[in-house]
């Protein structure tokens, strides 16, 4: 589906990242994976052809130095996935400027640094950018995301403002935002049963009473920046399993 196509991810060496890199590469992309740290998952993937990039994407100058090396192998990007991120759960409360700082940082201004530093590989033949969002910039219930879900909802806003001005060029902005999805960023430094807990408490507010896998939002992302898509352009998939927790509304 995507041979001869070259594509962009960022935070790729784990999680969904790590599952979107890999269903883009068993599709026949070339697929260049920006990342800040896992150097051991990064030679896995390098291990399968797949081109890594230690890249900061809340650095400008580390995302301009990425391109560069990514210009060094081809002039064109075809896809741009923005996955990078980052979440601290806290009360509103208890505000912890430096943590939020951090997710407006990665979250958003990465995306931003990310899209603007590759658009000249696309804005000649055109091409597909998807951002990783989340449902709780929808605006979920979930305890403790208030600040999390700020950068997120920023995110959205940024992929419809981009359908809007990169449709000239045929560029295609779109958003994913998942429910909870067990990744090493929803379960880090919980034991078994606290991770269990968690996803009782996610599985008791979806209509599917079920939690996401990276590789459900692989496969939507994978969709977006195919031709079977090539008519949506502005909008944002929710996939959470049916939340019925939603602050103005529920499926």
């Known amino acids: 589906m995507f041979k001869g196509k070259n594509v962009v991810i960022t935070g790729g060496t784990r999680g969904i990242g790590r599952a979107i890199a890999e269903r883009f590469n068993s599709l026949g992309a070339k697929v260049f994976v920006l990342y800040a740290s896992s150097e051991s998952q990064a030679k896995e993937l390098e291990s399968k052809g797949i081109v890594t990039i230690k890249c900061n994407v809340s650095k400008r100058d580390q995302v301009i130095e990425a391109s560069k090396k990514v210009r060094e192998i081809t002039n064109n990007v075809d896809v741009i996935v923005n996955n990078a991120g980052v979440m601290y759960t806290m009360p509103f409360e208890e505000f912890d400027e430096e943590k939020y700082r951090r997710m407006m940082d990665i979250n958003l201004n990465g995306t931003i640094y990310v899209i603007h530093t590759f658009l000249p590989f696309m804005k000649e033949r055109g091409g597909v950018i998807v951002n990783i969002a989340s449902n709780a910039g929808i605006g979920t219930s979930a305890v403790g995301t208030t600040f999390y879900a700020i950068t997120k909802s920023a995110v959205i806003m940024l992929t419809r403002r981009l359908a809007f001005e990169l449709g000239k060029y045929n560029i295609r902005v779109n958003a994913v935002a998942p429910g909870w999805v067990e990744t090493d960023l929803t379960v880090s430094g919980k034991s078994p049963e606290e991770t269990e807990k968690i996803k009782q408490w996610f599985r008791d ?31 944002v998939i929710v996939a959470d399993g049916g939340r019925i927790d939603y602050l103005t509304h529920s499926l």
């Open 205 to 235: 507010r979806t209509v599917l009473h079920t939690t996401g896998r990276p590789e459900d939002i692989a496969g939507i992302v994978t969709f977006l920046s195919s031709d079977d898509a090539k008519y949506i352009t502005g909008q």
